[in-house]
């Protein structure tokens, strides 16, 4: 059975309390239940974590990609615009990542316009809400193999 991670980034804990105007009033526990309920359908495995520190999310992702895990869902929240160190750690996984914005970072301030990510994702969805997480998860769910390439 295929295993897809799903990783959130700094301050998605706070989802429902955070600028909810933004965000929206469902909770990181509601979106892992409906993907949950989701991966069923779709045969997968899912592995969810969180962290607002930039060294554990790295930690997670070597791990998956060790642990032999098939793609990952990615929301790196603000370390999307500033990380160079998550955007090698994903890259260096050589594992299929969907890029995920609940927002439209288009939309929102200047910064938010420059991913560093996702020149090494196979691709980004922004400013679906949940959704976005569902139509990443499909889309892994149905991919097979390594990256083998990506652009820098």
């Given at each position: 059975?295929?295993k897809i991670?799903i990783l959130?980034?700094p301050n ?5 309390k955070?600028?909810p ?12 239940l ?5 991966a069923t ?5 899912l592995?969810?974590?969180q ?8 930690d997670k ?8 895990f098939?793609g990952?869902?990615s929301?790196?929240?603000?370390l ?5 160190a ?13 890029e995920v914005h609940i927002?439209?970072?288009y ?11 996702a ?8 400013g ?11 889309y892994?769910?149905g991919?097979?193999?390594?990256v083998?390439?990506?652009?820098s």
């Amino acid at each position: 059975m295929k295993k897809i991670g799903i990783l959130n980034g700094p301050n998605l804990d706070r989802l429902g309390k955070r600028e909810p105007k933004v965000y929206g009033h469902a909770t990181l526990k509601d979106l892992e239940l409906a993907l949950r309920a989701a991966a069923t359908s779709l045969g997968v495995e899912l592995a969810f974590f969180q962290s607002n520190h930039e060294g554990e999310l790295i930690d997670k992702i070597a791990s998956w990609a060790d642990e032999g895990f098939s793609g990952i869902v990615s929301n790196p929240g603000g370390l999307t615009h500033t990380s160079v160190a998550l955007r090698d750690s994903l890259a260096g996984s050589e594992l299929p990542v969907v890029e995920v914005h609940i927002s439209n970072i288009y939309r929102r301030e200047e910064f938010r316009r420059h991913s560093l990510t996702a020149p090494v994702s196979i691709a980004v969805i922004s400013g679906l809400g949940f959704e976005g997480y569902h139509a990443a998860l499909r889309y892994l769910a149905g991919k097979t193999g390594k990256v083998e390439k990506v652009l820098s």
